[in-house]
């Protein structure tokens, strides 16, 4: 049985450095602002109802009614505000996203 050996074969030195590497980072496009249209509400009530009829019957030509109970509109008001809330949390974290990738992380500065 012949045997060999790794000795017969030259070593190299490796080198090893650490340096910082250039982030590109490609920075996203921010959307552009929402454009919300307010709706016209109308509260009917049973005082009101004929008047309120005859009202949109004369500006819309046709009648259509859509209900909602308070706590349903409740529930409308804090689904919005949530949303509200959800956009503006992104919006920061987006920000700070760009922010940090793009600022100078150089220990001096340079």
């Known amino acids: ?39 016209t509400w109308i509260v009917v009530t049973p005082e009101n109802w004929e008047d309120q009829l005859a009202r949109i019957e004369d500006q819309e030509g046709e009648l259509v009614f ?24 992104l919006k920061d974290v987006v920000v700070y996203y760009r922010k940090v990738t793009t600022e100078d992380i150089s220990p001096n500065g340079n």
């Open 1 to 39: 049985m012949t045997g060999s050996s790794c000795s017969l074969i030259p070593t190299k030195v490796v080198e090893v450095s650490a340096k910082p590497i250039e982030r590109n980072i490609v920075q996203p496009v921010m959307p552009r602002e929402i454009d919300l249209k307010t709706p």
């Open 66 to 89: 859509l209900a909602m109970t308070i706590p349903d509109y409740e529930l409308m008001a804090y689904n919005t505000q949530e949303l509200k809330r959800y956009i503006t949390e």
